[in-house]
């Protein structure tokens, strides 16, 4: 595979302990309240975090075109690591951990390739542009459902 590696990571730190965190990453009706309207992420069997889970994420609007296989490649508290394979082919790292102040911190990074060469072609100016905005924004929602979330 010849195409070059892209990385996306995002930080924030919520008023909101570390079990309260674990619960929004992991909880169905919490997760959906702050994931991101751009993709859609579901189960391949039964809603699980734990190591083997499978997943399928689908780029909404854009059908079967642009899909991925995820799997729960290594789960503890406060990590959740996805490896993905697909259009795109790498890992999704999810870790949070204690702040001062009973705040936690939440760190997202997704490291990847891109398996269709035409697509690194239109990328760096149209997708990841837009996915860079959209984890940011995802990431503030996420603040506010740890935050509001008792």
Do not use: K
């Not at 195409?3 to 992991?26: D, S």
């Amino acid at each position: 595979m010849n195409t070059p590696p892209y990385l996306l990571e995002e930080f924030v730190v919520v008023a909101a302990p570390m079990r309260r965190v674990e619960t929004a990453m992991t909880e169905r009706t919490l997760m959906l309240r702050w994931m991101s309207g751009a993709v859609r992420f579901t189960p391949e069997e039964q809603w699980s975090f734990a190591e083997g889970a499978r997943w399928r994420l689908t780029l909404t609007g854009l059908g079967r075109l642009l899909e991925a296989s995820y799997t729960v490649s290594t789960r503890r508290p406060g990590l959740i690591l996805w490896a993905f394979d697909g259009f795109w082919e790498g890992f999704d790292a999810w870790h949070w951990r204690p702040a001062e102040d009973g705040r936690t911190l939440i760190q997202n990074r997704i490291e990847y390739r891109l398996r269709l060469p035409i697509l690194d072609r239109v990328w760096p100016a149209t997708v990841g542009p837009l996915m860079g905005w959209d984890a940011h924004v995802q990431m503030q929602r996420l603040r506010q459902v740890c935050e509001q979330s008792a």
